[in-house]
Nanobody, 121 residues
Framework: QVQLVESGGGLVQAGGSLRLSCAAS????????RDWYRQAPGKQRELVAT???????HYADTVKGRFTMSRDNAKNTVYLQMNSLQPEDTAVYYC???????????????WGQGTQVTVSS
């Protein structure tokens, strides 16, 4: 089992910044992908950013250039630095961890509890 603990959400004015953290603990295999998702009221959960085992990152077009995902492997923690926040970024942000021991085994998926980000205009 893997546990994910998120922190860093809050209320910020448009144009401001926040940094989210997601610390993982438990049985994590060598192949790991970490994601940040968000879900706004009345909308489907959407993928915001991903960082793979190779360290490569990918971002949704809506956040590209404003959000940066990074990781600290020693702490099993990923971060989402969010700059130039806009009201449309308001959502509950969730971290997700996908892990497997090798490429021929299926993924085990784990989710954090979510943290609220509210951007006022």
């Amino acid at each position: 089992q893997v546990q994910l603990v998120e922190s860093g959400g809050g209320l910020v004015q448009a144009g401001g910044s926040l940094r989210l953290s997601c610390a993982a603990s438990g049985s994590i295999f060598s192949i790991v992908i970490r994601d940040w998702y968000r879900q706004a009221p009345g909308k489907q959960r959407e993928l915001v950013a991903t960082i793979g085992s190779d360290g490569n990152t990918h971002y949704a077009d809506t956040v590209k250039g404003r959000f940066t995902m990074s990781r600290d492997n020693a702490k099993n923690t990923v971060y989402l630095q969010m700059n130039s926040l806009q009201p449309e970024d308001t959502a509950v942000y969730y971290c997700k961890l996908r892990t497997r021991p090798n490429t021929w085994t299926g993924w085990s998926d784990y989710w954090g509890q979510g943290t609220q980000v509210t951007v006022s205009s």
